[in-house]
């Protein structure tokens, strides 16, 4: 195979012409293969089904003295507090057990923001001229979802292996209007990187112009290590305090993908006064979360090194889909430099770059072909990619079967959509 | 015994000396009672326990083809739709299944209006100069917190046994600034009354001059008949659609004191329409809410039949705690004429009404014997009420006996500060 670039125009018209007909035999398939969100697949499920009968009689729902059936303890239950603090390497009293989304709680904080203010606001965002959050890209497209809501001005900061480029970050929070940042610190999504040591520190040392800067600190895959044992990660709570900065930081992780997505229980660590100010808002709006399916998750998960030896039998099943991405891309794509990608050791997601100016149209090939893949342009604000490049691969929820299927016909539509963007 | 009014001063001191020294023998035990919140008892919580286990493999885990561990069907699982929409009398389409309380669901509604706007709102709520609303009184004190943490204000209507003060109601919505009304209409909070139909008609039929006025219909206690079988209730979606205004209504509901309070599931019933937009705007605050929990209760509750007989179960445990105060009240306090309460036939509560000027002072008698009531004021907005009368009584959450008690201990102490308002 030689590198596209070195194709004189009738090799390119050669390989084109084979190429469509390989694509029109998957076409004609009739595929349905989905790879758009980040889904654990039915196997993943089926490793928790002891939490379904783990709180299983009125006696097992009595925990430290409280009736987890009933109305009480808005925080959360003392155990979980316990159980998510040693997960995150923060202490009890930060945690903030909610119910079965870390993304609500994300929501809710933002909303409330903009209702309230958070602790140190001068007046809630609602009454500001304008609201600009920082979103290193490419990034999740369900946190810019929630700021493009909420009318924020979004600012794309260029991620590289280590994490943001923090000396953006550090030029642009000291304007007052940007009131915050998202970030996936440990297998970003779609990145799969792990931010370095150098610009996690960075990060904890800002000093934001806006006295009431939200650092949104989306640990959402903090213990989903697939290729390496577990990677412990410092307590970004802990390094803001030290920092100076004890209330900027909003840290978030959930269960979703370590027991049920859709009815695991969500968490967010926060300093003391911001769990005192947030409680004060929180009573107005629920009475307690769903405490019987937090001590579900106790009993459960029992404590971390139960939950990581759980999160190693997710990753026995997670790697070998991971393994069929990155094999597939290495043997088809890599020959040709069209395209280049992330090898993350953990999280849930591949981040590829296509040729620029291809991404839509290879989604848009593999949508015809049956399968789905995120939109293009999702992982940047509002949905678009300056250089309609970036391509998030799900890898998680088919079968390694289709899987191997669905990353075939990728290859195929990457190189459709190079040679056609090369001129043919 | 006669009337306080009939006593003379002489008799009053003597009274009010022989009541001191019973309540200082009340004093002296020490004791540690709550009526202060709608909590069911313990004994109302053993009868469900079997939607612990009710979903217990992975098997039983799909429902209409759904794996409800997993991600998606943000509005609710189809089956939960049917049952809820059974319940309230709307069509499935029309209901929204959503976390385990509704008061969440309704603080979202409200928060949304003031972030993003209703339906047919011109402007988000927090680019009005006002917002006012209306607030039925007495009225459940966590509907008036929320409006007081938006800042709105709360026009207090009064109730008497049919339900709000319709002509009232009816001229002041023609000010657009009022945006909505707080309505419990079947064993209203703290009152326990049923909104009579004209009083629903007319509720129906409003036009307010605000073109997203909201009526929040918190349908908290459709099917907890305690001393009757269940009344049926008219939907009022349906009410609403036939006036020409089928997008003024959102109605809530949820299994709080049906299931487990802390364990149940909320649900919103409101127009297509209204949904299609608040799934538009939900999309974006959570991905799915917990089927899991929902299928649990498809299963447990099967139908309205087999709800209803629940329900019957419940009563069964309530009726004795709604005659132990009652028939206190009735052979302490009616023949004095120094208080009037309500008898409802179902809900939670009994509202009282202790000689004006003296419900702070008796809430606080209540207080230092060790029993904690609703503080006075609560049922208010802003926990002001202008005549310092009303008590709510909460009496599902203590044993028969502990409530027996507790009545004689409140009898005492309504006695006690009628004397001194009367003057010795």
Known sequence: MKAYSELTLQERRDELAKLQKIYQDFHSRGLNLNMARGKPGKDQLDLVSDLLTVV????????????????????????????????LGTKPEEILVGGNASLNLMYD???????????????????????KFLCPVPGYDRHFKISQSFGMEMIP???????????????????????????????????????????????????????DFALMWDNAYCIHDVF???????????????????????????????????????????????????????????????????????????????????MKRHAQILAPKFSAVLDALEAEIAPLGIASWTKPKGGYFV??????????????????????LTGAGATYPLGIDPLDSN?????????????????????????????EKLGV
């Open 56 to 87: 299983s009689s009125a006696d097992d729902c009595v925990d430290d003295g409280i009736d987890v059936r009933n109305y009480g303890n808005l925080t959360g239950i003392p155990s979980a507090k316990r159980l998510f603090a040693e997960i």
């Open 109 to 131: 904080l933002i909303s409330k923001a903009y209702t309230h203010g958070l602790l140190h606001s001068e007046r809630p965002w609602s009454k500001e001229p304008t609201v």
């Open 157 to 211: 900061v260029a991620m590289d292996e280590n994490g943001p480029d923090m000396d953006k970050v550090e030029a642009l929070v000291r304007d007052p209007a940007v009131k915050g940042m998202w970030c996936v610190p440990k297998y970003s999504n779609p990145g799969g990187i792990i931010y370095s040591d150098e610009v996690i520190d960075r990060i904890a040392r800002l000093k934001p112009a806006a006295p």
């Open 228 to 310: 390496c044992d577990f990677i412990p990660f410092r307590d970004i709570l802990t390094l803001c305090r030290e920092a100076g900065s004890p209330d900027m930081v909003y840290e978030f992780a959930s269960t979703s993908k370590v027991t049920f997505p859709g009815a695991g229980v969500g968490v967010m660590a926060a300093s003391i006064d911001n769990q005192k100010y947030m409680e004060s808002l929180l009573t107005v709006e629920i009475i307690s979360y769903d405490k019987l399916n937090q001590l579900r998750h106790v009993r459960f998960l029992k404590d971390k090194d139960t939950t990581l030896a759980l």
């Open 351 to 372: 981040s590829l770059d296509a040729m620029p100016g291809t991404a839509k149209r290879v989604v848009s090939l593999m949508k015809q072909a049956g399968v789905t």
């Open 391 to 419: 391509i998030r691969i799900a890898p998680t929820l088919p079968p390694v079967s289709e899987l191997k299927l669905a990353m075939e016909i990728l290859c195929v539509c990457l190189k459709i959509a190079a040679l």
